[in-house]
């Protein structure tokens, strides 16, 4: 039987056996550093997820900021494996999934029954959750990697209120089961404001998240907010329009 064991330090691995009744110890070279071990060292994301909230003149109480750098550094881990997020860097990373929850949470009624449509790997609709636990949170993803990403995140935080799907957002158009529905880069913007207005209630609300597309029109969404804002790391400019379903 041979044993092989990892250098503490140097990442060397060394091993030992029996080869016939002669015991032997064995070295062999260090490989490439696995990439999640290298973006986890370098990124230290709990001061930039505390730095993303002070960007919105907030702050984030120590157990939140735990469980969002906990669903960051699962993210890193998995995005080693497969390609989850678009980020290229720990703070693209942090604003890319956590900015506009940051922005949403500051406007979402408090109780609010909220869907994310293709929410990914959890931006906004996860982030969402997490910063608002007094939030109903469903969020629908139909590719198979990504939800089994967010039913791991989601069973790790013990966070078993939150409601994933893995259907299609179309699939549940006309219910109007939800107070507000938010997406982000899902679809097109209009093909986004038609369907969304078939989730939510009457009065319900619709946020649309926008980077350079003009605001959709709809005959049942009237704009009842317009919004500017920076992702607070990066400096993206970000637009998000709130409208009111009649």
Known sequence: MINVRRGSKSGTKWGWGFEGERFITFWLAA??????HCLSVAAKLGPMVDRAASGFGGSIDARTSSAIEAWLDRLQEWNARMDLTAARSAPELVDLMLADALFLSIHVPRGARLVDIGTGAGAPGLALAL???????????????????????????????????????????????????????????????????????????????LAKDAPPVHPQAVVEGDFAYEWPLT????????????
């Not at 158009?173 to 880069?185: H, T």
């Not at 400096?235 to 709130?242: H, T």
């Open 31 to 36: 490989g490439a550093p696995e990439r999640y």
């Open 131 to 209: 910063l608002r636990p007094d939030l109903v949170t469903t969020l629908v993803e139909p590719l198979g990697k990504r939800a089994s990403f967010l039913r791991t995140v989601i069973g790790a935080l013990d966070r078993t209120d939150i409601v994933l799907e893995g259907r299609r957002g179309e699939a549940f158009g006309g219910r109007r089961d939800w107070d507000v529905a938010v997406s982000r880069a899902t679809l097109e913007p209009s093909a986004w404001l038609e369907l969304a207005a078939g989730l939510v209630r009457s009065g319900g609300a619709v946020w649309a998240l």
């Open 235 to 246: 400096g993206a400019r970000r637009r998000a329009v709130l409208y009111r379903v009649e």
